[in-house]
């Protein structure tokens, strides 16, 4: 079992569908991690939050909302995908500069 | 941008048997991880080493960081069916914020 807990772990969406992907964490990190994931591909890093605050977007399309509620909570809402956004997305956490922990990740495929 | 390469891309060998795996990197860097997954998993955090340490050991991993080559290598031994995954090295560069670069990995295939 992982210590980041993500939600659903598979989503199917048209690409008129809005969604939202859900992480949580309670190992008090205060930096957490939105991460992309292609098949046989490394994992591409989207957003970093600290301390609740939005620190890195990777130049990520506005169909991507990144949105940080609480210390232990991380959402990504999800509007007017596009085929190619399909991907398994993951999110992790970590204290300044540790290792990252990670959830078993959400698997996105949209129609 | 992907900083790392990893190679080999691909390896296979006999349960008992040892692993090596290498990673090279551009950038000068805080510390460097590796990390596993498994099919379907998350990422799983092996070991760091920082940028002034040399060698690291955890039970039958040994990691070793030459920063003159930029370049790492992770050793598994007496490998298990189980080890099966594959391996992504990432680098904390010193520019780089809170972000980690990860390589491009190596899948590794532990035959019983």
């Known amino acids: 079992d992982t210590e980041v807990t993500q939600t659903p772990k598979h989503l199917v969406m048209g690409m008129t569908n809005k969604k939202s992907l859900k992480c949580e964490q309670h190992?008090?990190?205060?930096?957490m991690y939105w991460y992309k994931q292609k098949a046989k591909k490394p994992p591409e890093l989207m957003f970093v939050?600290?301390?609740?605050?939005?620190?890195i977007n990777e130049s990520v399309p506005s169909r991507f909302s990144p949105e940080c509620p609480n210390s232990s909570l991380l959402n990504l809402h999800l509007h007017a995908l596009q085929p190619e956004d399909s991907a398994l997305y993951l999110c992790a956490s970590s204290l300044p500069y540790g290792p990252q922990h990670f959830g078993d990740g959400t698997r996105l495929s949209i129609l | 941008s992907q900083q790392g390469e990893e190679d080999p891309q691909a390896l296979s060998i006999q349960e008992g048997e040892n692993a090596t795996m290498n990673c090279s990197y551009k950038t000068s860097i805080n510390n460097l991880q590796w990390y596993r997954q498994n099919s379907g998993r998350g990422l799983v955090h092996l070991i760091l080493i920082r940028s002034n340490e040399r060698e690291k050991h955890s039970g039958r991993l040994r990691v070793t960081l030459d920063t003159s080559k930029k370049s790492s290598s992770l050793l598994i031994t007496a490998s298990r069916a189980a080890d099966t995954a594959s391996y992504f090295c990432?680098?904390?560069?010193?520019?780089?914020?809170?972000?980690?670069?990860f390589g491009e990995g190596t899948q590794l295939t532990v035959n019983p």
């Open positions: 190992m008090g990190h205060r930096a």
């Open positions: 990432a680098t904390d560069a010193e520019t780089s914020g809170s972000r980690l670069t």
């Open positions: 939050y600290s301390y609740e605050k939005l620190s």
